[in-house]
């Protein structure tokens, strides 16, 4: 059974930066995929931005340029730098690692931006 525990997030006035961390029970090279997604009250969840095995990222347009994935292969973690906080940021961010055959999911960490 994978564990995928999220850590980092909190209330951040805008402009300003948090960098949530996901740490995997495995290696994340086993996973094909890792991600950050997140869902704001009363929305579906989307999709924030994903990283394959390979490093090949894919970023939602609304967060272009503000956030930024990285991973830490010895620390088997993946983190999401967020700066320039808006209040539309504001969600709850959760952490999804992917194999052939399954998704795993993180218990989500809140991340609230104040105007």
């Known amino acids: 059974q994978v564990q995928l525990v999220e850590s980092g997030g909190g209330l951040v006035q805008a402009g300003g930066s948090l960098r949530l961390s996901c740490a995997a029970s495995?290696?994340?090279?086993?996973?094909?995929?890792m991600a950050w997604y997140r869902q704001a009250p009363g929305k579906e969840r989307e999709m924030v931005v994903v990283i394959t095995s390979g490093g090949g990222t894919n970023y939602a347009i609304s967060v272009k340029g503000r956030f930024t994935i990285s991973r830490d292969n010895a620390k088997n973690t993946v983190y999401l730098q967020m700066n320039s906080l808006k209040p539309e940021d504001t969600a709850v961010y959760y952490c999804?690692?992917?194999?052939?055959?399954?998704?795993?999911w993180g218990q989500g960490t809140q991340v609230t931006v104040s105007s």
């Open positions: 999804r690692a992917t194999t052939e055959r399954y998704n795993y």
């Open positions: 495995r290696s994340i090279f086993s996973f094909a995929t």
